[in-house]
């Protein structure tokens, strides 16, 4: 079936470094969510990319779509530790049952104060 | 606005007994969703309802989980018998369009 691929699974980083998760699909999406998860907690809508090559800034995070759309990345700036999580995306693709998502296993970030 | 509501929160049964969940969705959300997440993976969509109808249950396990969501509005989520590998964290969430809306979720364990 149709999956999602997220790198790494786990990133550890200091307070002020940089972070980046990526997502790959073997076919071409129709679009793609991102959505953060914090310990304990429940996932929460961060941002949809629907168009090639889509870039999209929220304060700290941007988040970028492939020219190809099989891949995602989103990058955080300056991590602070309310950045804690994990962070999901989650795909759709052309044919599917109507807003039907595939999400990812997540890149669980944690952060060193 | 108020979000999407679910109960219990926590559940501990022993293995082969029944178990249900209950959701009400943001009002207004035709779209109705059930997903199992597993600790340390991302959530698996078990079925999806558009009003009271079913859109995708190609992920449920059919012999022992049963969803209903009669009136178009609440729906609830059940495992009857439940199994070890069942032991996860049942999410219910609900949108309008694109944009999933999640609840708290119900943490089960089965013993």
Known sequence: GQQV?????????????DFTTYCNSSTTLS????????????????????????????????????????????HITATQTTDVGTYFCAGRWSGGSNYKLTFGKGTLLTVNP | EAGVAQSPRYKIIEKRQSVAFWCNPISGHATLYWYQQILGQGPKLLIQFQNNGVVDDSQLPKDRFSAERLKGVDS???????????????LCASSRRETQYFGPGTRLLVL
């Open chain 1, 5 to 17: 691929m997220q790198i790494p699974q786990y990133q550890h980083v200091q307070e002020g470094e």
């Open chain 2, 76 to 90: 609830t989520l059940k495992i009857q018998p439940a199994k070890l590998e069942d032991s996860a964290v049942y």
């Open chain 1, 31 to 74: 679009n793609i969510q991102w959505y953060k998860q914090r310990p304990g907690g429940h996932p929460v809508f961060l941002i949809q990319l629907v168009k090639s090559g889509e870039v999209k800034k929220q304060k700290r995070l941007t988040f970028q779509f492939g020219e190809a759309k099989k891949n995602s990345s989103l």
